[in-house]
């Protein structure tokens, strides 16, 4: 089985080519942190090559960008080349199936500020549909008084209705 997850920042901006079939391709570097600590207390990053075909390469190209985080599901591929100087050169890469938008995009509106700063009238987010507050407006003259839960909701529609057990289908 040849499967990979992994998250992580983009160290570049996606380059997108296309192939001679006219099929979209994107590559990226990603950066991902270790979870444990050297013996000097640093924690190190490892940096793998992504590619991404077809139509989610054009969306990695239009959406993302240098920092932004990602959640990538994919296989491990390796490949060789004869470089111009004659050498035989390797290359290992993770070929992307799915990548998943994480957090907000690098320099956008909906970043925030941080606690020490107050947003001022210039640097204050532009709303977006989603920034907003229904006010709830109650109405003095309402009709609605609330449920009396021994009323019958259905007293007003005339005779009752008899149903045999026979005829549920349940």
């Known amino acids: 089985m040849n499967k990979v997850f992994l998250i992580g920042r983009l160290t570049r901006d996606p380059e997108l080519r296309y192939t001679g079939a006219n099929t979209a391709v994107a590559t990226f570097s990603l950066a991902i942190s270790r979870t ?12 793998v090559n992504i590619v991404v075909w077809r139509k989610q ?3 990695v190209k ?3 960008s ?3 985080q990602v959640a990538i599901d994919g296989r491990i591929q390796s490949r060789t080349y004869d470089a111009p100087d004659g050498k035989r050169r390797y290359i290992t890469e993770i070929v992307a199936d799915n990548i998943e938008f994480l957090g907000a995009r690098p320099g956008s509106r909906r970043t925030g500020t941080s606690t020490n700063e107050q947003p001022s009238e210039e ?7 989603y920034d ?3 006010p709830i407006q109650e109405e003095e003259n309402s009709n609605f008084s609330g449920a009396d839960i021994d009323s019958n909701p259905f007293a007003d529609f005339g005779a009752s209705i008899e149903i045999d057990d026979n005829e549920l289908p349940f």
Do not use: H
């Open 57 to 59: 390469a054009e969306n």
């Open 132 to 134: 907003f507050e229904i």
């Open 36 to 47: 444990y600590s050297n013996s000097a207390g640093e924690r190190t990053t490892d940096y």
């Open 66 to 68: 240098q920092g932004s």
């Open 123 to 129: 640097n204050a987010p532009e709303p977006t549909p």
């Open 62 to 64: 239009n959406y993302l």
